[in-house]
């Protein structure tokens, strides 16, 4: 079982910047992929940023040179900065954990962008 810890969440202006971590434990943490998602009120939960063990990353095309994912495997957390918000990314982010045999989600930090 891996449980994940959400934080850094909050309300931000458009144009500024939040930072979220997630902290896993329960599974070797260097050889998950790691993922963040996001879903805003009616819509579907989406794929915002990936980074594999190996740390190849990948951005949803609406976030690419504003957000960045990173990992710590000393710490077993993976963050993701957030740069030049804007209202448009107002959602519940969520932390996933894909190991071989399961996946598992964060309870979720929200993120509010006002303009």
């Known amino acids: 079982q891996v449980q994940l810890v959400e934080s850094g969440g909050g309300l931000v202006q458009a144009g500024g910047s939040l930072r979220l971590s997630c902290v896993a434990s329960?599974?070797?943490?260097?050889?998950?992929?790691m993922g963040w998602y996001r879903q805003a009120p009616g819509n579907e939960r989406e794929l915002v940023a990936r980074?594999?063990?190996?740390?190849?990353?990948y951005y949803v095309d609406s976030v690419k040179g504003r957000f960045t994912i990173s990992r710590d495997n000393a710490r077993n957390t993976v963050y993701l900065q957030m740069n030049s918000l804007k209202p448009e990314d107002t959602a519940v982010y969520y932390c996933?954990?894909?190991?071989?045999?399961?996946?598992?989600w964060g309870q979720g930090t929200q993120v509010t962008v006002s303009s």
């Open positions: 329960g599974s070797i943490f260097s050889r998950n992929t």
């Open positions: 996933r954990c894909t190991t071989i045999l399961n996946s598992y």
């Open positions: 980074i594999t063990s190996g740390g190849i990353t």
